[in-house]
């Protein structure tokens, strides 16, 4: 027992001796950089950590290593003069790490020595930032209801948007969607505040929209129509059998009485006649906007050809 008494008082003796001596050692930090310059965009990658070499006491390293969280050492980039690189042509720059040691140090503490810091130069990659306005498409996933259909245009407000960020990326984008707008058993009009997902390295003047499905119980309807024919010489007769088709279709309450045949024209073209016997295809060359489901029979028909 006497033996171990000593021992551990000789350890202790001999750790504290330790702790109290300068060593040399490599800190691994995450770093963050902030305050880019007006009217740029970075891209590319910067690195998330810096490799320090440092002498401190040995107690101060330990203190390092162990249990103590690290916060990321923030740089500041618009505060340093930014080295063009030899290519003029591009916004390319870069910053020697020394630079950053004082800011560094006063993070870090007066007990700490920074020796070298890894990588020895930080480099950065901008491009212009630019500015357009794109219209704003809702991207919906929408299921009705028995009897139930959306009657006209989706309504977005506003219906465009502000874009900011690098050209490259806007020259290619045509319109802004927003998130997912999911839903089901739709009976009543849709009015609801619709977000963005995350874009990288774009800026919206907006956080969100509100979206407008109108929405209405609808009923089944059918009109007999009369076909034309459309190319035919004027040395000819042609006859269909039928001579009319019917079209069916779903339309809100509130237009039933609105739809006549008359905004409808179904014909029969003479060019697309086929050689030989054969039936004749029926095409619906006009219809009213407010319909949905259109269906029509028969969709070909016989046909004779007097001259």
Known sequence: MVFL???????????LNAMGKEYTATLRYPVRFTNYPDNQVLIG????????TVSAYGYTLIKHFLGRRLMP????????????????????????????????????GS????????????FFHFTEMVTGRLPVKPVLELQFDQQFMMRGNVIVDPDS???????????TMQFVPTRLLR??????????????PEFHMLNLSENMVRVNIPVEQ???????????????PDTLVLKTFPSEITVSYHVALTDYDRISRQQFKAVIDYNKVPEGDGRLD???????????????????????IEK
């Open 161 to 171: 948007v502000n874009v900011s960020g690098p050209a490259a990326i806007l020259d």
């Open 282 to 304: 029926v095409e619906i060359t006009n219809q009213p906007s407010n319909i949905r489901s259109m269906r029509f029979t028969p969709r070909h028909v016989d046909y004779i």
């Open 218 to 232: 609808f009923t089944e309807a059918s009109i007999r129509i009369p076909l034309e024919i459309i190319n035919l």
């Open 111 to 122: 007990d700490i020595d920074i020796l070298d810091i890894k990588p020895d130069t930080i």
């Open 45 to 52: 990658e910067l690195p998330s950590n810096l490799d320090l």
């Open 73 to 108: 050492i923030t740089v500041e980039v618009n505060s340093y003069s930014l080295n063009r690189m030899p290519d003029t042509e591009t916004r390319n720059y870069y910053i020697p790490s020394y630079l950053t040691t004082n800011r560094i140090a006063g993070q870090l």
């Open 5 to 15: 008494f000593f021992l551990t008082i000789s350890a202790v003796i001999w750790f």
């Open 183 to 196: 839903k089901t058993g739709i009976n009543q009009p849709v009015n609801e505040n619709v977000g963005f």
